[in-house]
């Protein structure tokens, strides 16, 4: 998964704004930056959903993976946490470091940030939503509940553990916070409005966002392609980070067929090259590194803890010693 002759760079900065702070991940491989690009996680999880999936990027253009206001171990704004809130904030981080024509990928509740910036911004060419919700035939909270338990039965347990640790950051009082925005918002009444080239991507097993929900999305999009990763659930964006990596990287370069399906074997995953006690040790000890540095709201200690763990996947799954 990482290439031989380059570095990995990580850094963590924040980006403020009229009370709220952005964190702000920034990984970079040294490669040519042809197109920038921009990360959006869903409700109450956080940036390092992408461990995988932005090295892979980064081969291509710098990343930029966010933490929004309410998530991570990031203190709340007080403002009202809708999609159109967390808009202006990946707005003002696009104009913060004067991206040009980033590719915004949101997956979850991040597709609905990512709908709303692309509603307010004509220009910007390509774009990934991956997991969309909420579909409006099932916006209540308990079916919600219910289709994510069906598919966090198909997830690892890696996963399971990403996911129970930046729910603990959020908080359970924030999430309730946000949860009812998430849920009345109408993505398919919204997705028209964006000039974009889109690739709208599911698991398999991805029961919160339905291949109805795609049928839906797609014909109201302006331009919109749509795959789907055999085998994987809602938290494709790690579990099959490889196979939605190559699919982004066709996409932008518009050489991706309008629909399709990946086997899971192409996109998962794959054991780490170079595993032993020492890479898990040091996988673990840097991940609990982070986590308690974002309960301290510790930036510079989330940012050496970000930059241990990236550099111990990178050794891991690099080709040669």
Known sequence: MASDHRSLDVQVESYRSSGARTRVTRVSTGATAERPFVLIAGIGVASTYFEFLAPLLAERGEVYALDLPGFAGVPAS???PTAAFFADQVEGVIDHYGLNDPV?????????VVTEVLSRRPRLSHAVLVSPVVDEDESGAVVQ?????QSTARESLHVALLA???YLLCGVVYFFEV???MLRYRISDRIGAGHATLLLLRGEFDRPSPRRLHSRLVARARDARRWEIQGAAHCVVNSHAVGVARLVLRHI?????RKGRMPAAEAAVPPARHADLRMVVGAVASRLAEWFSSARNDDDGVEKAKARHAHVLWNAYRPGR
């Open 164 to 166: 129970l640790s930046a």
């Open 179 to 181: 949860l009812p925005y």
């Open 78 to 80: 007080g403002a009202q």
């Open 104 to 112: 915004l990928v949101g997956h979850s509740m991040g597709t609905q």
């Open 145 to 149: 509940a219910v289709r994510f338990a």
């Open 253 to 257: 370069d518009d050489d991706l067929p």
